[in-house]
């Protein structure tokens, strides 16, 4: 198999350093804006496998001729990205895959728009190419557990998804994480652009519309993460989930409250519009990002201890629970996962980097467009086979577990 990943950055370098690895991929193509990242990329990886080049991933055109000869096209640039990458990728007459996607999906999706009459579904199943949507960690991971629970169903009601962060610093006293600086981990603008927008729930099989923030409920978390405020966020799954599972009437999608984001938000301080400051015109968001460092593409320089200690502190659970009927009775299944990324010191050992939570399944998806027959056109990771890419995943070494949990009766009593 011969592979194009488009974008060179975190995830991007982390996925191809996971393919190199793998016996059935024979070439990976890296190629980025600045060709110096695509090199820095391959040098650490260190693989004969890899080639490098530069790309415009808004020029179709471009991408395909980066993409000649390929197999699939990995998308790995702004979710914005998504049509002219996909254009491309179908010129070479390759297959496509990403992780994220956006507009003009998500709002074809809120009209009723069905998979089969989305843009470029038609072009991609006719030239008997595979496109595969969201196939990260969520969405991605969410949607492969989210149908492996809902096959245990005869019915599915619900879809609920919640991810929860904590930090647990040595010595740290219990308030002492409001004094902590601020830092998503990826772009801080594109975050605070996330946290303040708008997002939809399904409720009574009809979208509904919720304010940032809104929806606030407490969520029990396993430790050590706990108990957090969530609320409804803008995220993949709550757009095409309706679409891909059959009478399902409520799906959402809760992220931890993120304090300091929340109380930006609140004082306007997310806001892209300009003010006049003395003699200036700012954007408010663009003041509070650049006191925000740039988020750090550490795919490969985290020493063992760096690691250890990531492992130690920095919690992530995401809670995935499908509730449904099972001959006559209701029955829910919850999966609970615990950080993918740990530990990270064996997980650099067998991939090259422990950033393997969006990429492993990412670099899953890929192999198993190569591998199997999938349905030409455009799919979700929720309509693969859920057993074969947990056994793919988990065949590359991957030292991961998680607790799947069933109880009688619905989500909601």
């Not at 490098?52 to 914005?80: C, L, Q, S």
């Not at 990403?98 to 089969?116: H, L, M, Q, R, Y």
Request: charged share 25%; glycine share 8%.
């Amino acid at each position: 198999m011969k592979v194009l990943i488009v974008g060179a950055g975190g995830q991007g370098g982390s996925c191809a350093s996971i393919l190199a690895r793998q016996d059935n991929v024979e070439e990976i193509r890296i190629a980025d804006l600045k060709k110096e990242t695509a090199n820095a990329v391959a040098d650490n990886i260190g693989s004969d496998k890899i080639k490098t080049d530069t790309v415009n991933a808004t020029d179709p055109d471009d991408v395909a001729r980066a993409a000649e000869g390929v197999d699939v096209v990995v998308d790995m640039v702004m979710p914005w990205m998504v049509p002219y990458v996909m254009e491309g990728a179908l010129k070479a007459k390759a297959n496509y895959i990403n992780t994220a996607f956006d507009a003009p999906f998500w709002d074809k999706f809120i009209e009723g728009v069905s998979i089969e009459n989305m843009p470029m579904y038609r072009e991609f199943k006719e030239a008997g190419l595979t496109a595969l949507f969201g196939c990260g960690f969520a969405p991605g991971w969410t949607n492969v557990l989210a149908r492996r629970l809902a096959n245990r169903l005869d019915k599915v009601n619900s879809i609920r998804m919640r991810i929860g962060k904590a930090t647990h610093l040595p010595g740290e006293h219990e308030y002492d994480w409001v004094l902590r600086p601020w830092n998503p981990g990826w772009s801080p603008k594109q975050a605070l652009i996330d946290c303040a927008s708008p997002t939809y729930a399904l409720e009574e099989g009809k979208y509904v519309k919720y304010p940032p923030f809104g929806g606030l409920e407490m969520w029990d978390f396993p430790e050590p993460v706990g108990r957090l405020p969530v609320t409804h966020h803008s995220h993949e799954e709550i757009y095409s989930m309706p679409a891909t599972f059959k009478d399902v009437k409520y799906v959402d999608f809760k992220y931890y409250m993120m304090y300091q984001p929340a109380i930006f938000y609140a004082m306007g301080l997310c806001s892209q519009e300009k003010v006049k400051v003395k003699d200036t015109e700012v954007a408010p968001i663009d003041v509070v990002t650049a006191m925000v460092p740039p988020p750090q593409n550490n795919i490969f320089g985290a020493t063992d201890k760096q690691l250890e200690y990531a492992d130690k502190t920095a919690f992530i659970e995401l809670v995935v629970e499908v509730s449904g009927e099972k001959d006559g009775k209701p029955f829910t299944w919850t999966a609970n996962c615990p950080k993918m990324n740990a530990p990270g010191p064996e997980l650099k050992k067998i991939y090259g980097t422990a950033l393997v939570y969006v990429s492993l399944p990412l670099a899953t998806g890929t192999m198993l467009i190569d591998e199997m027959d999938m349905p030409k056109g455009i799919i979700f990771a929720d309509q693969l086979d859920p057993e074969a890419f947990i056994s793919k995943m988990m065949g590359t070494g991957y030292p991961y577990k998680w607790k799947e949990i069933v109880r009688e009766g619905s989500a909601v009593e």
